[in-house]
T-cell receptor
Framework: GAVVSQHPSWVICKSGTSVKIECRSL??????MFWYRQFPKQSLMLMAT?????????EQGVEKDKFLINHASLTLSTLTVTSAHPEDSSFYIC????????????FGPGTRLLVL | GQNIDQPTEMTATEGAIVQINCTYQ??????LFWYQQHAGEAPTFLSY????GLEEKGRFSSFLSRSKGYSYLLLKELQMKDSASYLC??????????FGGGTRLMVKP
């Protein structure tokens, strides 16, 4: 099956630090990647849709200047949490949709961010 | 708007059958997905329905009725490892998925 990787798996950082998370589709090309955030015991909340070569589309309530998304190639998207604060602590998950087929989204393993 | 409802929690016995329901009201429909998510892990793909009817894949089956805005995931011969959250998600335009709140299934011996 399709494999999506995320790096890093865990981040612990001080308040005010910027954190960059990478999402890669390893064995398929993804024109669209999605970034989700999940708080404990809650479902996934879509933050933004990332399209290769164009600006990301952010969901309502998500600050585009705080969560910078870059989708430079068909296999890589990055999410940068700028000036992270404790309330940004969460589980960040990316997913990638294949270019062809039913468009199943395959999820990365997630990045757990803890801001102290 | 998008509205996807599924029960918050369910409990079932090892070896039994459990059905997890999902109802949806969405603007646009391009298919419905079921994902399994174990605590602390990312979701894994289980099934996809775009036409009405039943899709069977081993111990897991998923049903869709587009006219009723209804789907269910059926798990047979439950095993302890099936304890997880099950997420119903509807795909709208542009491959975007909207997730329900998830159903936490607890399988007891």
């Amino acid at each position: 099956g399709a494999v999506v990787s995320q790096h890093p798996s865990w981040v612990i950082c001080k308040s005010g630090t910027s954190v960059k998370i990478e999402c890669r589709s390893l064995d398929f090309q993804a024109t669209t990647m999605f970034w989700y955030r999940q708080f404990p015991k809650q479902s996934l909340m879509l933050m933004a849709t990332s399209n290769e070569g164009s600006k990301a589309t952010y969901e309502q309530g998500v600050e585009k200047d705080k969560f910078l998304i870059n989708h430079a190639s068909l296999t890589l998207s990055t999410l940068t949490v700028t000036s992270a604060h404790p309330e940004d602590s969460s589980f960040y998950i990316c997913s990638a949709g294949a270019v062809v087929g039913q468009g199943t989204q395959y999820f990365g393993p997630g990045t757990r961010l803890l801001v102290l | 708007g998008q509205n996807i409802d599924q029960p918050t929690e369910m409990t079932a016995t090892e070896g039994a059958i459990v059905q997890i329901n999902c109802t949806y009201q969405t603007s646009g429909f391009n298919g419905l997905f079921w994902y399994q998510q174990h605590a602390g892990e990312a979701p894994t793909f289980l099934s996809y329905n775009v036409l009405d009817g039943l899709e069977e894949k081993g111990r897991f089956s998923s049903f869709l009725s587009r006219s009723k805005g209804y789907s269910y995931l059926l798990l047979k011969e439950l095993q302890m490892k099936d304890s997880a959250s099950y997420l119903c998600a509807v795909k709208s335009a542009g491959n975007m998925l909207t997730f329900g709140g998830g159903t936490r299934l607890m399988v007891k011996p």
